[in-house]
């Protein structure tokens, strides 16, 4: 690497790759990348170790550190990259006004939920409003209020039960 460093060695350079290469993408194939983009994120690293060999200090790193740190960061790069949505993909201008037909249907069936939810007894209501409207598991709900989580998983199978009853 101080050859590459010092006096920009080809030779140092292809000994480097022919040792480091393989070695990477096998690491990045490990690490969960598809091959294509570990075939493509060590061509990126080793040109990488090329253009930035002036950066390398043995003091402070290990070829090896160097080299596979690079690899980390550049296969977390691209990953980030195939994430963010393309410019075409993204939405632009003004969306659609729903159709009226399904703000009113949604409407409708909003309101008959509230009723029957309101139909159900106390007990009932309570413990379903926590569980899907305060998005508590079971558990919590047992924690919170001090009932046995057989009561708690008891009551809201009854309640969904007269729910999808009412709803029907």
Known sequence: ????????????FAQL??????????????????DGLAEDCTQEVMATLWQKAHLFDSSRASVATWVFTIARNRKIDLLRKDRRPAP???AWGH????????????QQESLRVTAALKALPDKQRI???RAYYGD???SEIAAETGLPLGTIKSRIRL???RLRH???
């Open 1 to 12: 690497m101080c050859r590459i460093r010092d006096y920009r060695d080809q030779a140092a």
């Open 17 to 34: 790759f022919a040792y480091f290469a393989p070695r990477v993408k096998g690491f990045l194939i490990k690490s969960g990348a598809p």
């Open 88 to 90: 075409e993909d993204l």
């Open 95 to 106: 969306k659609a006004e729903p159709d009226q037909a399904d703000v009113i249907g949604l």
């Open 127 to 129: 413990l379903v409003e």
């Open 136 to 138: 508590l598991s079971h």
């Open 159 to 161: 309640a969904l039960e």
């Open 166 to 168: 009412e709803m029907k």
